[in-house]
């Protein structure tokens, strides 16, 4: 079991910047991917960053590109998401995830935090 809990959300103005962290914890060393989605009121979920186990690969969706970094500290198990240049567009509340396997050759999201709120102001 993996466990993931997420902070950092909360409420500021477009184009401020907001840092989400996701702290996990249990059996972290079976972690292959690792990443963040969001889900916005009436939408469904949809995948946002994700970074390798070791730190040396990342993808982001189109929408964030430029504007999210994902990173993560090995020695404190915690992973976060830089979010700059923030549009209204980005509120969502933001789940953090963990792949312990993969689907073909997409990692396959095993565990999953509570979410945290991020709300955009225009």
């Known amino acids: 079991q993996v466990q993931l809990l997420e902070s950092g959300g909360g409420l500021v103005q477009a184009g401020d910047s907001l840092r989400l962290s996701c702290a996990s914890s249990?059996?972290?060393?079976?972690?292959?991917?690792m990443g963040w989605f969001r889900q916005a009121p009436g939408k469904e979920r949809e995948f946002v960053a994700a970074?390798?186990?070791?730190?040396?690969?990342?993808n982001y969706a189109d929408s964030v590109k430029g504007r999210f970094a994902i990173s993560k500290d090995k020695l404190k198990n915690t992973l976060y998401l830089q979010m700059n240049s923030l549009e209204p567009e980005d509120t969502a509340v933001y789940y953090c995830?963990?792949?312990?396997?993969?689907?073909?050759?997409?990692?396959?999201?095993?565990?999953w935090g509570q979410g945290t709120q991020v709300n955009i102001s225009s």
């Open positions: 995830a963990a792949a312990t396997g993969v689907v073909g050759t997409d990692p396959r999201y095993d565990y």
């Open positions: 970074i390798n186990w070791r730190g040396t690969s990342t």
């Open positions: 249990g059996r972290t060393f079976t972690t292959y991917f």
